[in-house]
């Protein structure tokens, strides 16, 4: 079917790009969220609120065992339509890293509509050139570095792959590979939910933090949904996926079995699970 969601009504567009509205619990998911994170923060060896820049809350978490030394690395960036959650609310997705002997960073940028969306690109590009340059006091080699994001966190992902790296002095290839978790990847669409409220996103903005494909082969990249999911959040990441089929020498779409928007952030904290079995796998083969 063709899915375009300029001939949804409002109606049907929060239906199927509001997850908050597809998904009727999910105050529950992320209230489990923050008690896995504080869980996991305990239990696992990590360093916390390590400052990358210098916005509020321009900070990241690294978790890894003391002993690392040139580790591959992992970075993730959460979701929350670019105007909610923390980093602290996902400290249960570096479990599976840390059990491979993976160097875990998850980044925490500012938020809208305290900065715009343009904004938190750079932030994360911030994040990303710290963590090459700094990664190695930690036990990890800055030659080895792949990324995953979930929903608005997958969009960064997008828009980080398709950076000219150059301009910031690191190699152009400086990412190996990246896993996008039910991304958004049409800003524009945001303009017509209620959610835009929060977000307060421009159509300029909009438009300027559409993802294009990335400019530099990536060896690898991973994409999925749930199939709880409505329709029209599945279809945009068949579109992006069909878009940057170009863009890597292997192209991995999954549908998640038994997967909403918001279980997946529960979910993926099992290192058995078979997308974060790809991940892991993509994160400790890189070529």
Request: hydrophobic share 35%; net charge positive; proline share 4%.
């Amino acid at each position: 079917m063709k899915f375009n969601w300029k001939n949804l009504s409002l109606h049907e567009l929060e239906k199927n790009f509001n997850p908050r509205e597809a998904v009727s619990n999910f105050s529950d998911y992320i209230e489990e969220y923050k008690k896995m994170g504080e869980k996991y923060r305990k239990n696992l060896p990590c360093l916390l609120d390590v400052p990358y820049g210098k916005g509020p809350l321009q900070k990241l978490d690294i978790f890894g065992k003391k002993k690392f030394k040139n580790a591959n690395i992992h970075i993730f960036i959460h979701g929350g339509y670019w105007r909610a959650l923390d980093k602290s609310d996902h400290s249960q997705l570096a479990k599976p890293f840390v059990e491979n002997n993976i160097l875990y960073f998850s980044i925490n940028h500012d938020l809208c509509p305290t900065v715009t969306l343009s904004e938190i690109v750079k932030q994360v590009t911030e994040a990303i050139v710290w963590i090459y340059n700094n990664c190695k006091k930690f036990g990890g080699n800055k030659n080895r570095i792949t990324i995953s994001g979930h929903s608005a966190g997958a969009h960064l992902c997008a828009m980080i792959m398709a950076n000219n790296w150059e301009e910031h002095n690191i190699p152009k290839n400086i990412i190996k590979g990246a896993a996008l978790i039910s991304g958004i990847y049409q800003p524009e669409l945001v303009l017509n939910l209620s959610v835009n409220k929060e977000i307060r996103l421009s159509k300029k903005e909009a438009i300027k933090n559409t993802p294009k494909a990335p400019k530099e082969n990536i060896p690898i990249i991973l994409t999925c949904v749930g199939d709880k999911e409505p329709e029209g959040w599945k279809e945009q990441t068949k579109l992006f996926t069909k878009n940057i089929i170009d863009s890597c020498n292997c192209l991995d779409f999954s549908i998640l079995e038994n997967e909403n928007h918001f279980s997946m952030m529960t979910s993926f904290s099992n290192s058995e699970h078979k997308f974060v079995k790809k991940i892991i796998n993509m994160a400790k083969n890189i070529l």
